[in-house]
Structures are given as C-alpha cells and as structure tokens.
C-alpha cells in the first residue's frame, strides 16, 4: 500500500523558513511534486522534482525562495521554504507518479496523494 505522509507544517513569522517533509512508503517513483491551496483557491503546483536527470522545476511565484530535494536513501522528499511570505500561507500537499509528465503543473496527473501539512505565515 502506497502512503505519502507529510510533516513540518506550522507557524512562522515572515522572513523565516520552514522545512516540510514527505515521507513516501509502499513504493518509489520518478517524480515527486509539491502543492499547496489556501482558502477559497484551487490547488497549484509549487514544485516538483524528476529523479531522471535531477530536474527540479519550481513556479514563479517561489522560485529563488523553496528548494526541492529528496533522500532516496530514506524514500523522503523535502521543501525547504525560506523568506517566507503571508502569501505562502496554505495547506502544502505532496505528491507522486511513476514518470515525468510535461503535465506536471497540474494535480490532475497525480495518482498517489498525502493528507497534507498547514502552514500559516503571519507575525
């Protein structure tokens, strides 16, 4: 049985940072994708990563700012979130699939989904 479980979430003032994780247990896949949706918005993709190759992709709106990695080893992807904004303030989901998809902006492609992590950013 495939689960994605997610942790890290929480509270944090603007400008600090927060680490969320994704720990992946049942299988491995190829890609891995964050996503988050605040309150009365659609979900959108935040950021994403391709075992093949090491590609990461990020959206605009985080790049420079979130980093996207994973530990194979321990099956784990992680978002590392700093200069956090209000803006960010949202329930963070990850994600899966078993290969890349061009695609891979929308939720749609995704087969496998955890429960997903609050984060709130506020002073």
């Known amino acids: 049985q495939v689960q994605l479980v997610e942790s890290g979430g929480g509270l944090a003032q603007p400008g600090g940072s927060l680490r969320l994780s994704c720990a992946v247990s049942?299988?491995?896949?190829?890609?891995y994708v964050w996503f988050r949706q605040a309150p009365g918005k659609e979900r959108e993709f935040v950021a994403g990563?391709?075992?093949?190759?090491?590609?990461?992709v990020y959206a605009e709106s985080v790049k420079g700012r979130f980093t996207i990695s994973r530990d194979n080893g321990k099956n784990t992807v992680y978002l590392q979130m700093n200069s956090l904004k209000p803006e960010d303030t949202a329930i963070y989901y990850c994600?899966?699939?078993?290969?890349?998809?061009?695609?891979?902006?929308?939720?749609?492609?995704?087969?496998?989904w955890g429960q997903g992590t609050q984060v709130t950013v506020s002073s």
């Open positions: 049942g299988r491995t896949f190829q890609t």
């Open positions: 994600a899966a699939r078993p290969y890349w998809s061009v695609n891979y902006y929308s939720a749609s492609v995704y087969n496998y």
């Open positions: 990563s391709r075992s093949s190759g090491g590609m990461k």
